[in-house]
């Protein structure tokens, strides 16, 4: 828009230039047409930038129309130089007020048109300028409201993606709730069982036998230490303390069975490491199952197995327990918080977790977990 105007205001001055000889209001015309020149190139600074009619757009505005006109009646040929101007005021005025400026300059044009007529009427010369004039107000209308269309559809996609953050976000935080429940609930909350069964059992017997007192009471210092580096390893979001120290699943898995008095066997060897994610779940789940074995269970031996197969790796947890309802075990169950929380690591990791019990036959809990083809 802004090149067709000056391609107007160029060619309106060469054609008076060419029709008309040199006469005293030549200067002025060509004065004029610099300065309506030069206010034009002015408008991005003042009418331009913002959507809102401030003082100084206005001023800038009436300037333009106000030269624009006097070229008018001077030279009837600037009339078409309306058209840019059209859309000048429509992005510079409210609505209601560039629809009176759109008609000033229209009734301008179509004064000019008649002029240019020599007295001869022309019904084209009244129509053409108002149809043109409709059009252009028409196309600015539309152009307006699909702008504003899509300023809406851009600010709803912003909303969406704020709200959609933010509920990732509280996902986010449920999570890590959930995750460090199950680790407390696996780790700390079942060595402070353990110590608290071992402190009883040391306080019952400290008189009649004071030999396994002190051992109670060392083995409950002993769980109680590694309770303490599992909370540290909590703190900086470290590997377990049984794989830190070990080094290796198989070694940690060893050490938390011999802790909790169990047998443990590897069957198989792993095609490459396991990944920490995987290890630390597998881990977790042997302390979770040992822990409901040595609190509900009442059972005499236990065993892990740990087992390598081409595409997954089991972990088998078995005891010669009083065995339960493994319905009661389902989510929505009445048990407590073990056995979902082992359920919920088996299916973080795409696995599957299979439980055999019945009342007075003890029970095997199986973990299934997939490894990817290059693992």
């Known amino acids: 828009m802004h090149v067709a105007f000056f391609l107007l205001l160029g060619a309106s001055l060469s054609r008076y230039l060419l029709r008309h000889p040199w006469e005293p209001r030549s200067p002025w015309i060509i004065g004029l047409s610099a300065a309506l020149a030069a206010l034009y190139v002015l408008g991005p600074a003042f009418a331009q930038r913002a959507r809102r009619a401030t003082p100084r757009r206005l001023l800038w505005l009436a300037g333009v ?3 624009w006109m006097v070229l008018v009646v001077l030279a ?5 130089c309306a058209v840019p101007l059209f859309y000048t005021g429509m992005r510079t005025l409210p609505p209601r ?3 009176v400026l759109v008609a000033l300059l229209t009734l301008f044009v179509v004064a000019a048109q008649l002029r240019l007529a020599h007295g001869g009427f022309d019904p084209n010369l009244v129509i053409a ?7 252009a107000t028409a196309v600015f209308v539309h152009a307006e409201r699909l702008s504003a269309r899509q300023r809406a559809l851009i600010d709803d996609l912003i909303r969406t993606r704020r709200e959609l953050a933010a509920t990732e976000r509280r996902e986010g935080t449920l999570a890590e709730r959930q995750r460090l429940a199950m680790e407390i609930h696996d780790t700390l909350a079942q060595g402070l069982s353990s110590q608290q069964m071992l402190l009883q059992a040391a306080d019952r017997t400290w008189e009649s036998d ?8 060392r083995t409950a210092a002993s769980i109680a230490e590694h309770n303490l ?13 049984d794989l830190a ?3 290796s699943l198989e070694e940690a898995l060893r050490t938390v069975a011999l802790r909790e008095a169990a047998g443990f ?7 490459a490491r396991l990944p920490e994610r995987v290890q630390s779940a597998l881990l977790r789940i042997a302390q979770g199952a040992l822990a409901n074995v040595r609190e509900h269970a009442g059972a005499t031996t236990a065993a892990v197995t740990l087992t390598y197969l081409d595409d997954q790796v089991v972990l088998d947890v078995a005891d010669d327990g009083h065995g339960f309802e493994p319905e009661a075990a389902a989510p929505g169950g009445v048990r407590g918080h073990g056995l979902p929380a082992i359920r919920a690591r088996v299916q973080q990791l795409g696995g599957t977790l299979t439980i055999e019990s019945a009342p007075g036959e003890g029970t095997v809990l199986s973990a299934a977990i997939p490894l990817a083809p290059e693992a």
């Not at 300028?129 to 059009?135: K, S, Y």
């Open 265 to 271: 066997r590897v069957d198989g060897s792993p095609a």
């Open 129 to 135: 300028p108002p149809a043109v004039a409709a059009v």
């Open 65 to 67: 129309v106000a030269v």
């Open 245 to 247: 120290e070990g080094g």
């Open 229 to 241: 580096a599992e909370a540290r390893r909590f703190v900086h979001d470290l590997a377990p303390a």
């Open 210 to 217: 004071s030999a396994t007192a002190r051992r109670h009471v």
């Open 76 to 80: 009837p040929s600037f009339a078409w």
């Open 97 to 99: 007020a560039a629809i």
